[in-house]
């Protein structure tokens, strides 16, 4: 636009508007701004129509029994009362397993390492764990936890298994969390003559607080409706028991639909049970993340 | 610079804290060049000078809040009560502890006001209920603000004015009893009122402590300091009375500062 040149200018190079241009430009901003609003609401559609599908689907085979009973008659009647508390015990498992060493990872790495090739190469690896495909990480979960630590198939080694998955979101949303810690605080704090970690126990973990734990229940809930980490190391097809020790198999939801819809002995009969489970775990994936979300808020406020 | 030396260490008993031929450099960059100078007790010492001249840097050396600067160096020694602060067997909690520092922004906690008083107190393990308040009232009247908060100690500190979180600030770096305060432009974020109040503390602060203040402010210098010390592209140029300083300098790069003609 400005190759034209042909704006008149006075001697101060002060030059009057050209009506047109105006007008182009502000259309374009238009453009773009529509462009950008519509990129934005296709996740929200996009949740809408997954929600919509399943619930169109599903909606029948949401009862009380479906919700407190066992399958029954080889999967096709029954509940998934089972599923519902395996995923529920190896989410936990994994919470437990990954918070502990994933805070500790992010601790160090923002607050005490020196910036150095060793540093650099825990990095590397974190940021790889990070891109490993999670039926790798059910491979993994197999030939070690299960085979070498000799755990079998049970919810020990699916939660450790979930929870090495989880490792590397829990390590990315505390560092970003301890980061948005001023220094400021860090420097009073030292200058009072605290010690580093009186510094990071009693001022930063606690301002860090709301984001460490909203991020890692985000990486828990994504990691709770992973099928390929659990189903070599913690979910089986079918068990109508309930666990009683974490070195019990268990069922759990992502693997029952994976199962109902391409192993299943009624494929097509069980179709309804199928959305009804997908119904379940996404309320229930869903649901942790609103918990974080509240949780987080209760804390800002305390904070405040 | 044998003789300089000499004396230097001559003077120790009548300095409180001084640095000697202070090198400091992040990374490539030298940020300091060969600072001498010495503060006496219970006098004010206001670091003068254009931005990036090294004065801020300067300071942060005192209490080794540089440390933190994980591509920095130090060369040189700085003294306090005549020990090298950062000789090896120097533990910098403690260091800390005696020097403490007001920094540029209010930067209270996100805890009550009377937690952020006592903070100084619990990390160094003082545990006794009694004393802890009594010590945070005191604090807190020392500061002046005592009258405006005693009400509500209980309420977060970061519901006050920004000039009277940075007399919460100034409260918290005395309730440790440092011997030395470091304040790095303690006024520069506040209005002229909240500036007033923070000047006429430093007044009546100086009969206990030694105190070194960072300004922008030269009218600020004038007023509140004992000694001035100019600071241009990371040397001293000259230091002195402040009356001296701002009426007979001996420099002219310092005539032309507090003249106005740069910075």
Request: aromatic fraction near 10%; include cysteine.
């Amino acid at each position: 636009m400005t190759t034209k040149a042909t704006q008149p200018m006075d001697k101060n190079g002060i030059f009057e508007s050209n009506p047109a241009y105006d007008k182009r430009r502000k259309r374009k901003q238009t453009l773009f701004f529509i462009l950008f609003r519509g990129a934005a609401a296709i996740n929200g559609i996009a949740l809408l129509i997954i929600v919509y599908f399943m619930v169109v689907n599903g909606w029948r085979a949401i009862s009380w029994e479906f919700l407190t009973q066992p399958p029954m008659e080889a999967m096709t009647k029954g509940g998934i009362l089972p599923c519902i508390v395996g995923t529920f015990y190896l989410s936990f498992g994994a919470i437990l397993a990954a918070l502990p060493i994933g805070i500790a990872s992010a601790i160090y790495l923002n607050e005490y390492a020196r910036p150095g090739k060793t540093v650099r190469l825990i990095r590397l690896s974190i940021n790889n764990l990070a891109g490993v495909p999670s039926v790798v990480f059910g491979l993994f979960g197999l030939a070690f936890f299960v085979v070498i630590l000799n755990m079998g198939v049970s919810i020990a080694a699916g939660a450790l298994t979930l929870g090495a998955m989880s490792l590397p979101v829990i390590i990315g949303a505390t560092e970003e969390a301890l980061k948005s810690v001023p220094d400021t605080y860090r420097e009073a704090s030292l200058g009072l003559g605290a010690t580093k970690w009186q510094t990071i126990w009693r001022v930063v973990l606690p301002s860090a607080l709301p984001g460490i734990l909203t991020g890692a229940i985000l990486g828990i809930s994504r990691a709770a409706g992973e099928t390929a980490p659990i189903m070599f190391t913690g979910a089986v097809f079918f068990t109508p028991k309930l666990p009683t020790s974490i070195f019990n198999e268990v069922m759990a939801l992502p693997y029952h639909i994976y199962v109902l819809a391409t192993a299943g002995t009624e494929i097509e009969k069980t179709r309804h049970l199928q959305y009804g489970t997908a119904i379940v775990l996404i309320v229930l994936v869903l649901g942790m993340n609103l918990i974080a979300i509240l949780w987080r808020a209760h804390l800002r406020k305390k904070l405040k | 610079m044998n003789r300089l030396l000499q004396q230097e260490e001559q003077m120790i008993p009548e300095y409180k804290m001084s640095s000697e031929n202070l090198d400091f450099y992040y990374g490539e960059f030298k940020a300091l060049h060969n600072v001498t100078m010495a503060f006496k007790p219970c006098e004010v010492t206001a670091l003068i000078g254009p931005s990036g001249c090294g004065k801020s840097t300067f300071i942060r050396c005192l209490n080794r809040m540089n440390d933190l600067i994980p591509i920095s160096r130090v060369d040189g020694k700085v003294m306090l009560d005549g020990n090298d602060i950062y000789s090896p067997s120097v533990d910098v909690v403690m260091l800390r502890r005696k020097v403490g520092m007001v920094f540029q922004k209010p930067n209270p906690f996100p805890k009550s006001i009377f937690d952020n008083v006592a903070y100084g107190l619990w990390v160094n393990g003082i545990k006794d209920k009694a004393f802890v308040r009594d010590r945070v009232e005191e604090s807190l009247k020392q500061a002046a603000i005592w009258e405006e908060v005693k009400d509500r100690l209980q309420d977060t500190a970061l519901g006050l004015s920004g000039g009277q979180q940075q007399r919460l600030c100034i409260a918290r770096a005395l309730a440790v009893k440092p011997e030395v305060v470091l304040m790095d432009e303690p006024a520069s974020a506040l209005d002229p009122i909240a500036t007033q109040k923070i000047e006429e503390l430093i007044h009546q602060l100086k009969e206990m402590y030694t105190i070194i203040i960072v300004t922008h402010n030269m009218q600020q210098a004038a007023r509140v300091s004992n000694v001035t010390a100019f600071f241009y592209m990371g040397k001293l140029i000259e230091s002195g009375d402040t009356d001296t300083i701002f009426t007979r300098p001996r420099k002219k790069q310092t005539e032309d500062y507090i003249t106005g003609r740069f910075g």
